[in-house]
């Protein structure tokens, strides 16, 4: 018995992680803001960039390695076969503002077209278009030392 209780104990188990938005935020971007967007909006701008009937291909944004990030029809994430990592539109776009969630919320609400939160406030307006100022910001890391969040 006492060894069945070991084994059990030194398993590996994931960890359980929190959502960083509240149920609001996320059936908001889900269901409001992610519909009107597609890979080409979010990662179109990666290195080696190839459409693929809704999928995608291009250059890891992390490890560099050559067209082994994708994604696929109907899924908010990008993956790397060669380094592992999986990156969401959202956290994705956060780490070009230098990690300002309001920021990368309000970009990804503009460039979907949608004018109201998910409070059904109407977004906050900018003298300058969030979207035109998010090209002159987009850098990808020069890294696996500068890794995207």
Known sequence: MKEAS?????????????????????????HTVYPH???????GALPSYTDREGDFYADCPVCHRH???????GRQVGTCKSCGRT???F????????????RATEYLAELAGVTTGPDG??????SESIVSSF???FECPESADDPLP
């Open 67 to 73: 067209g082994v990030f994708y994604g696929l029809l």
């Open 91 to 102: 956290g994705f776009i956060r780490h070009q503002f230098d990690g300002d969630e309001d």
């Open 6 to 30: 070991n084994r059990s104990t030194s398993s590996k188990r994931k960890p359980v992680t929190q959502s960083k938005f509240s149920p609001g935020m996320r059936d908001w971007l889900n």
């Open 37 to 43: 967007l597609t890979h080409a909006q979010i990662f």
């Open 87 to 89: 990156i969401g539109w």
């Open 135 to 137: 090209f002159g910001l």
């Open 121 to 126: 406030e109407p977004l906050r307006n900018r």
